[in-house]
């Protein structure tokens, strides 16, 4: 007997369809995160730069530059990540960065962040008092005063962060630790 099959029908093509549907969005997703992750992971390395550059040349600011930003952007002692617009440097993810303080303590804040950026930065260990100068954290646009010399837990940072958070991170300038 002879059979006559020429193809596929509609319905078998519709579902070959949905399954690379489904399967396009799920690798979309996976790549999405995966950038985000990269992203949280490059603005948290140029903070810690940008941190432990000015607690290097804590001990040369000049008060005449007005804040410590201006002075590293006038030294030329960031990175290239960077950039500096308005008296504030861009960093990944859009955050903007700035650094203020004298010749005892300096705080660097980075404003602009979605609630992850914000709970992984916050929620960071940044060190203890003792060894690197770190003086504290804290979550917030307003006025806050780091002055804990623990970090921030992460259940604290989330219940702290929203979008559009900032995270302030303390740290003591001129010393010979």
């Not at 997703?29 to 140029?46: F, K």
């Not at 040369?60 to 030329?76: C, R």
């Not at 307003?142 to 604290?156: F, N, R, T, V, Y």
Request: proline residues 1%.
């Amino acid at each position: 007997m002879f059979t006559n099959e020429s193809g596929r029908s509609m319905i078998e093509m519709l579902g070959v369809l949905a399954i690379i549907g489904v399967m396009t969005v799920g690798g979309l997703n996976v790549i999405g995160r995966s950038r985000q992750m990269h992203e949280l992971g490059q603005l948290t390395a140029e903070v810690s730069k940008v941190a432990m550059t000015a607690k290097k040349m804590a001990c040369d600011y000049d008060s005449a530059y007005g804040s410590y930003t201006m002075f590293l952007y006038k030294s030329e002692a960031y990175s290239d990540e960077l950039d500096y617009e308005n008296g504030k440097f861009i960093g990944p993810m859009d955050s903007e960065i700035t650094i203020n303080g004298d010749l005892s303590t300096f705080e660097v804040s980075v404003a602009g962040l979605n609630s992850d950026a914000c709970i992984q930065l916050a929620g960071n260990d940044w060190g203890k008092k003792g060894t690197n100068g770190f003086m504290g954290v804290c979550v917030g646009a307003g006025e806050c005063s780091p002055s804990s010399d623990e970090q921030m837990e992460l259940s604290a940072a989330s219940s702290s962060c929203s979008d559009d958070s900032t995270v302030k991170l303390k740290f003591k300038a001129c010393t010979n630790e």
